[in-house]
């Protein structure tokens, strides 16, 4: 599991949501709707341990 205070870690977890949310267009459209939704990609698509005070938000 990556760390999230390795800014290579974060890094890699970004680059992983973002190639997944280019494959697939109803991914990004649910990381848009929901921000629970977006985390939950950080953590099982990024594989990334996200703290409970971090925030995960996309915009369009």
């Given at each position: 599991m990556r760390k999230w205070n390795?800014?290579?870690?974060?890094?890699a977890a970004c680059t992983a949501v973002l190639?997944?949310?280019?494959?697939?267009?109803s991914?990004?459209?649910?990381?848009?709707?929901?921000d629970?939704?977006?985390r939950k990609a950080f953590q099982t698509i990024g594989?990334?341990?996200?703290?409970?005070d971090a925030k995960v938000v996309f915009l369009p």
């Open positions: 390795n800014p290579d870690d974060k890094k190639k997944k949310i280019m494959s697939d267009k991914f990004g459209a649910k990381c848009l709707e929901s629970d939704f977006a594989e990334i341990e996200v703290p409970e």
